[in-house]
């Protein structure tokens, strides 16, 4: 006789496998971030005020624009951070 046995997967998620998930997201977020920001610049919308990809300001900057896309910066780079702690805290 054939006996077929149905074994039960544990379906937990391990710790790599949130890293992962972690990581990929971070990076498909930074690309959807990227394109859209390389389109708003294409079209004009807004000026690139960077001179090159080490973000040297160009020379043409007014402080204001330079304090601006400062505060600009430093509120993404904050709510990136509130949002992977939350991610973080809650699912490790």
Do not use: H
Request: proline letters at 1%; glycine letters at 6%.
């Amino acid at each position: 006789m054939l006996y077929c046995t149905y074994e039960k997967t544990n379906t937990t998620i391990t710790i790599e496998m949130k890293i992962g998930i972690l990581i990929l997201s971070f990076v498909f977020t930074l690309g959807i971030l990227y394109g859209a920001i390389n389109m708003f610049i294409k079209f004009g919308l807004f000026r690139n005020p960077f001179k090159d990809k080490w973000g040297r300001w160009k020379d043409d900057v007014s402080r204001k624009e330079q304090i601006i896309w400062n505060f600009f910066i430093i509120m993404v780079g904050l709510i990136l951070v509130n949002i992977l702690r939350e991610f973080i805290s809650n699912n490790i």
